[in-house]
């Protein structure tokens, strides 16, 4: 039976390994959607189950009236929720699913710089980061007993399907994007909320606060497998002039949100 689920594995993973991300970069990927928005679900249930849910009234209004401005020409809903956590942290699952601490909304100065890390997250969605990084494990390592995991997400190794994902490694059960994945959700993200009437300049404020918050201290999560700051800004800056023809346009459009 695995002999058969390999040889169609591999037929599949030459047929849907061509494909490009939003950006146009090449991407490796063949797990079904499906099945990775299934695990994404999962995983933020367990995650609702395990971290404290902020009741702030307040918080809560400004992530839905960011997240609906961004995702406003996206298919599909959008689940946003704030856990109550000191970290300044953002997370991402497939599934359309995003996590935000209170550590970040005490951290951002304006509802610009939330949009950067808000468009970040959704960007990693866009991509299909999690499938992406699935995939390259799964082909990596012939992870086959993995797929016979599926059926029993509840079981100890089918848990561990969920460290397929790509967030952070803090929950126990998830590991980071790539370098290569972060810096390209942070241009599908200045590019959704420069879309939606977001000023994109507020990401290169974002991660200059990031840095300040972070300098003589362990970066947190978020952090720790991102590119540096100063190539994060550098690239942030080279792409600007796209970003700001989009702001712009946005403006024409009427796009101005007021969500503080």
Known sequence: MFKNIATVLLASSFLAGCINSPTGRSQFIFMPDA???????????TLKKQKQISAN???????????????????GSWEVVVFEDKSPNAFALPGNKLGIHTGMLTLVDNQDQLAAVMGHEVGHV?????????SQEMAVNQGMAMIQAMGAPQSPL??????????GAEYGILMPYSRIQESEADIIGVDLMAKAGFDPRQSIGLWQKMEQAT???????????????ATRIQNLEQHMPQAMAL??????LGKQ????
């Open 126 to 134: 866009l991509a299909k980061h999690s499938n992406e990084r699935a």
């Open 215 to 229: 300098k003589g201290q362990q970066p947190s999560e978020f952090l720790s497998t991102h590119p540096a700051h």
């Open 57 to 75: 009234a307040q918080y809560k209004q400004l992530v839905s009236c960011i997240s609906q401005a961004i995702v406003s020409d996206q298919q």
């Open 247 to 252: 702001y712009e346009h946005a403006k024409t």
């Open 35 to 45: 099945q990775v928005n299934q695990m994404g679900l999962e995983a933020f249930d």
């Open 158 to 167: 089918g848990q561990t399907a969920f460290g397929l994902l790509g967030v």
């Open 257 to 260: 949100p007021r969500c503080n």
